[in-house]
């Protein structure tokens, strides 16, 4: 089963505006990370927040997450077109090797 | 660094035709990881290595498998294609140091099973 679920599946917002993304997930976690996916190409690594961190930054994106609500979210200030792509999450479990994808957030910045 | 790189990049084959995808890293990394990825199913785990010699199954092994023999490189292999397996193939690497791990993905295979 899914270990990350994105919400919402999709979202369209204005260039300038602020984006937000939301991510679930089921088990405890080492760490979650976001990725960004542009149309027909590979994932590229957005940031990392471990499981002891609450919030992180990097440029226009703000990341925080909730240990207790099992829940991470993705805000990308002053949209602009070049950030149209898809988001996902990944978790790793403090269980295994493995990293876990969501099925992702598709993000549209409209001009 | 070239990073990571996926041959081929496009595939088209008949069902029950066998081919081989190879990933290369020239990024030193212990960790690979073969992806499928299928609209509205984001990514899902095919198989992964935690270092040379090694390989471990994840979330969707069946139909493949895999070898690494070096540690640059992590073949995936379909013995007998199913149109099922008609997906996009991404490969990753990861350095694997403790709770500071990134993916570093490749390109991407598009194999088209008939």
């Known amino acids: 089963s899914q270990q990350g679920e994105e919400d919402p599946q999709a979202l369209s917002i204005q260039e300038g505006e602020n984006a937000t993304m939301n991510c679930s997930y089921k088990?405890?976690?080492?760490?979650l990370q976001w990725y960004r996916q542009n149309s027909g190409r590979g994932l590229v690594h957005l940031i990392l927040?471990?499981?002891?961190?609450r919030e992180k930054h990097s440029g226009r994106l703000r990341v925080t997450l909730d240990t207790s609500k099992k829940s991470s979210s993705l805000l990308i200030t002053a949209s602009r077109a070049a950030d149209t792509a898809s988001y996902f999450c990944?978790?790793?479990?403090?269980?295994?090797?493995?990293?876990?994808f969501g099925k992702g957030t598709r993000l549209h910045i409209l001009p | 660094n070239a990073g990571v790189t996926q041959t081929p990049k496009f595939r088209v084959l008949k069902t029950g035709q066998s081919m081989t995808l190879l990933c290369a890293q020239d990024?030193?990394?212990?960790?690979m990881y073969w992806y499928r990825q299928d609209p509205g199913m984001g990514l899902r785990l095919i198989h992964y290595?935690?270092?040379?010699?090694?390989?471990a199954k994840g979330e969707v092994p069946d139909g493949y498998n895999v070898s690494r023999l070096k540690k640059q490189n992590f073949l995936l292999g379909l013995e007998s294609a199913a149109p099922s397996q008609t997906s996009v193939y991404f490969c990753?690497?990861?350095?694997?140091?403790?709770?500071?791990?990134?993916?570093?993905f490749g390109p991407g295979t598009r194999l088209t099973v008939l």
């Open positions: 990024m030193n990394h212990e960790y």
């Open positions: 990753a690497s990861s350095p694997r140091r403790d709770y500071t791990d990134t993916q570093y």
């Open positions: 088990t405890s976690i080492n760490n």
């Open positions: 927040i471990r499981s002891n961190e």
């Open positions: 290595s935690v270092g040379e010699g090694t390989t």
């Open positions: 990944a978790t790793e479990t403090n269980r295994d090797d493995k990293i876990i």
